[in-house]
C-alpha cells in the first residue's frame, strides 16, 4: 500500500518511510505542497482545528504541517488519524520525533488503538512521553495488524 504525503514545510521523508517500513507494509509517495486553508485557523487560539484540515487530503494519505494543531476539549494535539487520513504538526516537535508520530498515527489508520505495552502507540500528550516512548508496535499490536 502507498501513501501520499502532503507537507506545508520540506520534510526528511525518507526517514519518515523507513521508520513506516519497520512497522508496516507501506510506501510513501512525495504528494508535496500544500498551504493550510484560512477556514481551519482559530484565530483566538492561534492554531488550527485539525477536524478541519481533514477534508483537504484523500483517503491513505497524511499531511504534515508546521502550524500548532488542536481538537476540541484538547490544548493541542500531536496528531490525528481519522476517515483513514492523519494530520500531524511538527510544531511542537523535535525533528527526530517526527517519523514516530507518523508511525504512530498510520498505526491508527490501520485500526490500533492507544496501547499500554512499551509501544508507538502509546498515547501522549506531552514532549516527554513523545521522547519516551518506543518508535516500534509492540508483538501484540503487530499480531491485531495481521488479523485484520
Ligand atoms: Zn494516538
Ligand atoms: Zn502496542
Redesign the pocket.
Given at each position: 500500500m502507498k501513501f501520499k504525503v502532503y507537507y506545508t514545510k520540506r520534510v526528511d521523508l525518507e526517514t519518515i518511510e523507513k521508520a513506516l517500513r519497520e512497522n508496516f507494509d507501506v510506501a510513501i509517495e512525495d504528494a508535496g505542497f500544500l498551504a493550510l486553508p484560512k477556514n481551519a485557523l482559530n484565530r483566538l487560539r492561534q492554531q488550527y482545528n485539525a477536524i478541519l484540515l481533514l477534508p483537504h487530503i484523500p483517503p491513505y494519505s497524511i499531511w504534515i504541517v508546521d502550524k500548532d494543531i488542536y481538537v476540541d476539549k484538547m490544548n493541542f494535539v500531536f496528531?490525528?488519524?481519522w476517515q483513514r487520513k492523519a494530520i500531524i504538526s511538527t510544531y511542537r516537535l523535535p525533528d527526530e520525533i517526527i517519523p514516530k508520530e507518523v508511525v504512530?498515527?498510520v498505526?491508527?489508520i490501520f485500526g490500533l488503538?492507544?496501547c499500554r505495552n512499551h509501544c508507538v502507540?502509546q498515547?501522549?500528550n506531552s514532549l516527554t512521553e513523545a521522547m519516551a516512548k518506543p518508535s516500534k508496535l509492540c508483538n501484540e499490536c503487530k499480531r491485531k495488524l495481521k488479523l485484520q
Open positions: 496528531g490525528i488519524a504512530h498515527e498505526g491508527h488503538e492507544h502507540m498515547f501522549s
